[in-house]
């Protein structure tokens, strides 16, 4: 078998909103898309597109552009999305319940197989769709599903011991929204969410606008 080639993070990073803009475009009708089309369309520069997807392989024809439904399909393929992956969410509070409410994981390929908590009032409900199962099934959710994401939405105090339980289980791919930073094996992948970080990265920006800054200024005092 070929090893695989590697692919920058940054172009991983922006391969699912090209394949956002494909699967609009492809909805609308579109057979074949230009790379200044689709940069246009993604929000960056016709080099980076052109850039990014020679890392795939080269699929577009000169003059032409690329056949919307197989550069999409090649993307798919480079993001392991040809299959399923099922998702269990654990934590089925505000933030949980509405991951579970949330209906485009099916869409994008990552079922929501199941919900998780301890708390014995909320073990064996419904919860947008999907039934609430206690910690103890984790072992059999995933032997069932051995592709499956662990997705962890508790409170940081029991974020450690949830991915603790989630890497016993077998779960290789966990997605944290916990504001804390999580101790894992060799071979098991984490991808941090932190809503507040991002927050304020957007403000640092937003301060940076002409009109950002004359604010700063006014509260300031100065003219």
Do not use: C, W
């Amino acid at each position: 078998m070929a090893p695989a080639r590697r692919i920058p993070e940054a172009t991983v990073a922006r391969l699912p909103v090209y394949l956002r803009v494909l699967a609009e475009e492809a909805a609308a009708g579109v057979i074949t898309i230009s790379s200044e089309r689709l940069a246009e369309l993604a929000g960056v520069n016709a080099a980076k597109v052109r850039k990014d997807l020679s890392h795939l392989g080269s699929y577009g024809t000169r003059g032409v552009g690329y056949t919307v439904d197989y550069l999409a399909y090649q993307m798919s393929r480079e993001l392991g999305l040809t299959e399923a992956r099922p998702v269990v969410i654990v934590g089925a509070g505000n933030l949980g319940q509405a991951l579970a409410n949330y209906g485009g994981f099916s869409s994008r390929g990552f079922p929501v197989l199941a919900m998780v908590d301890s708390d014995p009032d909320k073990v064996g409900r419904v919860i947008g769709g999907v039934p609430v199962r206690h910690p103890d099934d984790l072992p059999d959710l995933v032997a069932d599903s051995p592709n499956t994401i662990g997705v962890v939405a508790t409170p940081a105090a029991v974020a450690q011991s949830v991915a603790d339980r989630l890497v016993d289980a077998g779960v290789r791919s966990i997605l944290n929204f916990a504001p804390v930073v999580l101790a894992v094996p060799d071979g098991v992948l984490v991808r941090k969410v932190d809503l507040a970080t991002e927050l304020q990265i957007l403000s640092f920006y937003q301060q940076r606008t002409p009109a950002g800054r004359r604010r700063s200024r006014a509260r300031a005092g100065v003219a």
